[in-house]
């Protein structure tokens, strides 16, 4: 089953409006957690890496005050579209580690995010 | 600098074809992972293959084989009498010696058709 949770599944949003995403390692505890963005039949691209207890450290080009990343605990991060636009629009997915226990990267099932 | 090249961008094949899905690696670490993940229409990530650095040998698991060649920093995955429902796009990726951090190929969207 699931390791990684991840919700909404799909969201609709108005434009100037923001959304939050949450991303849960399930049975697992996740100091690491990553955000990456999809672009319709496009790669996914890392944005940030979430830090439990500190500061996401944010690949070039990813604006930190647009995208906010907070990682409270250690099952749980959140990143936050800010004053969302129509070019937000995309497919944002998450993934933890289980280090230690030699298994792959777990992704969540994505949210597919509309801004109108 | 890490990067996973997929020349192809968009494959057909009918039911029961063999088709091999192309993936090409750069990296200056002697230790790192190589991953094949695919993604159907809804969008989740379905993993299937890591293999590390150090191991070359190649894998076969039911249709799919992957195919290993550090010699050409090649990780090919094929699948063998194709079905409709392997229609999706697949990813190649790469990570650090740490397992965590990604770097995806442009992905190659598979349609099988019936």
């Known amino acids: 089953g699931a390791v990684v949770s991840q919700h909404p599944s799909w969201v609709i949003c108005k434009s100037g409006t923001s959304v939050k995403i949450e991303c849960r390692s399930l049975?697992?505890?996740?100091?690491?957690m990553f955000w990456y963005r999809q672009f319709p039949k496009q790669s996914l691209m890392l944005m940030a890496t979430?830090?439990?207890?500190?500061?996401?450290?944010?690949e070039q080009g990813v604006e930190k005050d647009k995208f906010l990343i907070n990682h409270a605990s250690l099952t749980l991060s959140t990143l936050t579209v800010t004053s969302a636009h129509p070019e937000d629009s995309s497919f944002y997915i998450c993934?933890?580690?289980?280090?230690?226990?030699?298994?792959?990267?777990?992704f969540g099932n994505g949210t597919r995010l509309t801004v109108t | 600098a890490q990067k996973v090249t997929q020349a192809q961008t968009e494959i057909s094949v009918v039911e029961k074809e063999d088709v091999t899905l192309d993936c090409v690696y750069e990296?200056?670490?002697?230790?790192?992972?190589l991953f094949w993940y695919k993604q159907p229409p809804s969008g989740e990530l379905v993993f299937l293959i890591r293999?590390?650095?150090?191991?070359?040998q190649n894998e076969i698991s039911g249709r799919y084989s992957w195919n290993f060649q550090k010699s050409t920093s090649s990780f090919n995955f094929t699948i063998t009498a194709s079905q409709v429902v392997d229609s999706a796009v697949y990813f190649c990726?790469?990570?650090?010696?740490?397992?965590?951090?990604?770097?995806f190929g442009t992905g190659t969207s598979l349609t099988v058709i019936p």
């Open positions: 990296t200056r670490d002697t230790t790192y992972y």
């Open positions: 293999r590390n650095s150090f191991d070359e």
């Open positions: 979430s830090n439990e207890g500190s500061k996401a450290t944010y």
């Open positions: 049975d697992f505890q996740a100091t690491t």
């Open positions: 990726a790469l990570s650090d010696n740490t397992g965590n951090q990604f770097y």
């Open positions: 993934s933890a580690p289980r280090t230690g226990l030699n298994s792959p990267l777990h």
